[in-house]
């Protein structure tokens, strides 16, 4: 375990489905993010949360809607979701808003949209 | 366009012998780090170089970083079957506190 604890580990959900994905980290870390890692293509960084607070949506479609509660907790809302969706979406965290430190990652969410 | 290039995309080796990953980068950045996914897994933080450094070693890995070249390298030594996973690097922009991730290295070791 890392640290960072993403539930569930494996989902599928149909197109006009809702579901959450559920982010928790106990590292006293500051700064938590949402990124897409599809087949074949770089990390791609979805939204940032520095002290609670949304600082950075990286123009994602509204059909995915993240919540910050608490420093401790990030969620990721999914509504109508495409195919191409699919992928394995991570969570990680950082210190001091990630200013020159390592994100911490969990393990993350295998999401199949059918 | 992507900030960070490794090179090669995948390498194969028998284990015992050296693995050496590049990664090339386009800004300015404040550090890059080196992290290792298992196949389905979370990415893993394995190293973080400072701009101001220009080697750094951890156990089994050395990292080296030539900011006038924008690259940096990972080098594995006495590799192990249990070392074959992919490999990305990251760089933190001066600009800014984003962390980009290339595309990664596939490196197999072969017992």
């Known amino acids: 375990e890392t640290g960072v604890t993403q539930t569930p580990r494996h989902l599928v959900m149909g197109m006009t489905n809702k579901k959450s994905l559920k982010c928790e980290q106990h590292l006293g870390h500051n700064a938590m993010y949402w990124y897409k890692q599809s087949a074949k293509k770089p990390l791609e960084l979805m939204f940032v949360?520095?002290?609670?607070?949304?600082?950075e949506n990286n123009s994602v479609p509204s059909r995915f809607s993240p919540e910050c509660p608490n420093s401790s907790h990030l969620f990721l809302h999914l509504h109508t979701l495409q195919p191409e969706d699919s992928a394995l979406y991570l969570c990680a965290s950082s210190a001091q808003g990630g200013q020159g430190d390592g994100y911490t990652f969990g393990s993350g969410t295998r999401l199949t949209v059918v | 366009s992507q900030q960070g290039e490794e090179d090669p995309q995948a390498l194969s080796i028998q284990e015992g012998e050296n693995a050496t990953m590049n990664c090339s980068y386009k800004t300015s950045i404040n550090n890059l780090q080196w992290y290792r996914q298992n196949s389905g897994r979370g990415l893993v933080h394995l190293i973080l170089i400072r701009s101001n450094e220009r080697e750094k070693h951890s156990g089994r890995l050395r990292v080296t970083l030539d900011t006038s070249k924008k690259s940096s390298s990972l080098l594995i030594t006495a590799s192990r079957a249990a070392d074959t996973a992919s490999y990305f690097c990251?760089?933190?922009?001066?600009?800014?506190?984003?962390?980009?991730f290339g595309e990664g290295t596939q490196l197999t070791v072969n017992p």
């Open positions: 990251a760089t933190r922009e001066t600009s800014g506190s984003r962390l980009t």
């Open positions: 949360y520095n002290f609670k607070e949304q600082t």
